[in-house]
């Protein structure tokens, strides 16, 4: 079936610095991507989502230049969390779909800022 | 405000019976359920789906029943295994929405052997 990667699956970075997520459709082309944040015991929250070749449209209260999404190809979609602070740690995970198919999920990425 | 809600955070099941998870929805514009199983440290995978002009859906030993009038669906496992062990999550969107998905907050349930 479709197979979505994400990389990396675990990034700890200090504060201050950028830590960029990739999420890559690896059999089907995505044209739309979505990023989400799961915050401990607590569900899915979209952030934002990504279209191949556009801007990415932001949910309500993402800051956009903090949290910069690149999806520069049908298969290739990037979350670059800019001057990450500790309280940016949490579980990010991407999503990816074709017009056809219900949303595949990348494994996520644990990020933890100290 | 919670447009999608699982009501039961946890539910304990023994191996060979039903497990019952219970979702609700306010968006009367939603069209379309999906229900995602999740184990720690990985992403969602998707379990079982229905749209809105079905009232049920069946996959092996997983069906969803949707009652449109009470906005409320469900997921039933028969019988249950303790594999099944995992956080569901029901998610719903609408056909305006490009695919966007409001998710519930989990339901962890736990088939004891």
């Known amino acids: 079936g479709a197979v979505v990667s994400q990389h990396p699956s675990r990034v700890i970075c200090k504060s201050g610095t950028s830590v960029k997520i990739e999420c890559r459709s690896l059999?089907?082309?995505?044209?739309?991507m979505f990023w989400y944040r799961q915050f401990p015991k607590q569900s899915l929250m979209l952030m934002a989502t990504?279209?191949?070749?556009?801007?990415?449209?932001?949910e309500q209260g993402v800051e956009k230049d903090k949290f910069l999404i690149n999806h520069a190809s049908l298969t290739l979609s990037t979350l670059t969390v800019t001057s990450a602070h500790p309280e940016d740690s949490s579980f990010y995970i991407c999503?990816?779909?074709?017009?056809?198919?219900?949303?595949?999920f990348g494994n996520g990425t644990r990020l933890t800022v100290t | 405000d919670q447009q999608v809600k699982q009501n039961s955070p946890s539910l304990s099941v023994q191996e060979g019976r039903i497990s019952i998870l219970n979702c609700d929805y306010t968006?009367?514009?939603?069209?379309?359920f999906l229900w995602y199983k999740k184990y720690p440290a990985e992403g969602p995978t998707f379990l079982i789906s229905?749209?809105?002009?079905?009232d049920k859906n069946e996959d092996g030993r997983f069906t969803v029943f949707l009652n449109k009038s009470a906005k409320h669906l469900s997921l039933h496992i028969v019988p249950s295994q303790p594999g099944d062990s995992a956080v569901y999550f029901c998610?719903?969107?609408?056909?305006?929405?490009?695919?966007?998905?409001?998710f519930g907050s989990g339901t962890q349930l736990t088939v004891l052997p």
């Open positions: 229905i749209s809105s002009i079905k």
């Open positions: 990504s279209n191949e070749g556009s801007k990415a449209t932001y």
């Open positions: 998610a719903a969107s609408s056909s305006g929405s490009a695919r966007q998905l409001t």
């Open positions: 999503s990816a779909s074709t017009q056809a198919s219900p949303l595949h």
């Open positions: 059999d089907f082309q995505a044209t739309t």
């Open positions: 968006n009367s514009m939603f069209d379309y």
